[in-house]
């Protein structure tokens, strides 16, 4: 642990307030909290989630609906966290010092949270447990289920985990500090440690997982029009999957760059800064035009950039004929809220910006942001794959 007071000058006011392992924990139980809304919200337009993701139904009208199974994960992560909290700002008041040096309760309670996946809680769903374990399990070397072993709960996660790919940066530097003898995990962000690369790395990890899971997509089509020997008529050849996979490969460009820029000389790869900036720069154009045309166009499918279909006098400017949320006002504030924020996140993925102390603040809530934007992401993908899954079975039902 590093408790010289030297460190002081250099901790800012907000890392003072809120180390990086309490942000951590913050926006993780935040998120849990943001899908216990989706499921409830959803449910109450009669939006079934459950059976989109292949996911158990309650068997008896005593068991508790899944929504409610959620907010008790999220409450029972709650209370320790902000008891620890509580006794870190008792402790520490404010002291940079003191706060370097009382480590061991944010990284405890970052433990509590670990243990709490793996370990039963007491009213908590043993099966929604070891089913959320099994799902990161999969994804996490890139698979994907088949349909109808719930491959729509496999996609939903990892795009989950695409927006949390900063908080798992700021993971790693906080266990790599706590582990190290020269820095304190609750001192100033030291973004290099394990390597100027570690980091990108990990903060790539969740495009990487949707990159694989969108060739495996492809790969499944070509093999099924291979043994049929004709073109899916509603898969096509697969080539939206291979489009979506050069999407998340665009945040390659960003999180690269992004780490050449924080080299301590940048002209050694034979760029000037200048150079660098603006390559990244139009990365980041590219990255976030991508994926805001393709939330609008493919997630919420949406005719928005679609001439042809955008003016129709059927529905409402830029929409779609089957909406489950009745106010259009809704769809519009989406794709506003969506534009900015995917414009802003992709500046935020670059790791260049954070050695910037006073920084810090900002960073967080640009992460905090991101979760939100994803919780509103999710009402929009579920509602259009509901339709789709609700069209399919009524055509089925009727054959």
């Given at each position: 642990m590093d408790g010289d007071p030297a460190v002081e000058p250099e901790l800012d006011g907000f890392s003072r307030i809120l180390p990086l392992p309490y942000r951590v924990a913050l926006i993780i139980v935040m998120g849990i909290w943001a899908w216990g809304l989706n499921l409830q919200y959803l449910s109450l337009i009669r939006i079934d989630v459950p059976s989109l993701i292949r996911y158990p139904a309650r068997n008896s009208p005593h068991h508790p609906p899944h929504y409610l199974s959620c907010y008790r994960v999220a409450t029972a992560l709650s209370i320790p966290l902000a008891l620890s909290l509580l006794l870190f700002w008792t402790i520490t008041s404010g002291s940079a010092s003191d706060v370097a040096a009382w480590e061991i309760l944010p990284n405890l309670y970052l433990l509590i949270l670990v243990v709490g996946f793996i370990v039963p809680i007491p009213f908590v769903s043993r099966n929604g447990r070891n089913r959320t374990l099994a799902t990161l399990k999969r994804i996490i070397i890139g698979g994907i289920a088949e349909a109808q072993d719930g491959k729509f709960g496999d996609i939903l996660l990892a795009d989950a985990l695409t927006s949390y790919a900063k908080v798992l940066g700021d993971l790693f530097i906080s266990l790599c500090m706590f582990f190290s003898s020269s820095h304190s995990s609750t001192g100033p962000p030291n973004r290099n440690?394990?390597?100027?690369?570690?980091?990108?790395?990990?903060?790539?990890?969740?495009?990487?997982?949707?990159?694989?899971?969108?060739?495996?997509?492809?790969?499944?089509?070509?093999?099924?029009?291979?043994?049929?020997?004709?073109?899916?008529?509603?898969?096509?050849?697969?080539?939206?999957?291979?489009?979506?996979?050069?999407?998340?490969?665009?945040?390659?460009?960003?999180?690269?760059?992004?780490?050449?820029?924080?080299?301590?000389?940048?002209?050694?790869?034979?760029?000037?800064?200048?150079?660098?900036?603006?390559?990244?720069?139009?990365?980041?154009?590219?990255?976030?035009?991508?994926?805001?045309?393709?939330?609008?166009?493919?997630?919420?499918?949406?005719?928005?950039?679609?001439?042809?279909?955008?003016?129709?006098?059927?529905?409402?400017?830029?929409?779609?004929?089957?909406?489950?949320?009745?106010?259009?006002?809704?769809?519009?504030?989406?794709?506003?809220?969506?534009?900015?924020?995917?414009?802003?996140?992709?500046?935020?993925?670059?790791?260049?910006?954070?050695h910037f102390n006073d920084l810090e603040g900002g960073i967080f809530l640009m992460e905090v942001l991101e979760v939100l934007r994803r919780w509103m992401w999710i009402f929009f993908r579920v509602e259009c794959e509901w339709g789709e899954y609700f069209s399919f079975s009524f055509i089925c039902w009727w054959k």
């Open positions: 440690c394990g390597g100027a690369f570690i980091v990108p790395l990990v903060i790539s990890i969740p495009s990487l997982i949707r990159l694989r899971q969108c060739l495996t997509e492809y790969s499944r089509v070509q093999k099924a029009n291979a043994q049929t020997g004709s073109i899916s008529p509603t898969a096509g050849w697969g080539g939206v999957h291979l489009a979506n996979a050069l999407k998340y490969s665009t945040a390659f460009p960003v999180i690269i760059l992004s780490a050449l820029q924080r080299s301590p000389s940048p002209s050694k790869y034979g760029m000037s800064e200048a150079t660098l900036f603006r390559l990244w720069l139009a990365a980041v154009f590219v990255n976030s035009a991508y994926s805001f045309y393709w939330d609008v166009t493919r997630d919420w499918d949406l005719t928005l950039f679609k001439p042809k279909e955008r003016d129709s006098p059927e529905y409402p400017w830029a929409l779609r004929r089957h909406r489950w949320f009745h106010a259009k006002e809704f769809y519009y504030t989406a794709i506003i809220v969506d534009a900015m924020l995917r414009c802003t996140w992709s500046f935020k993925l670059s790791p260049h910006l954070d």
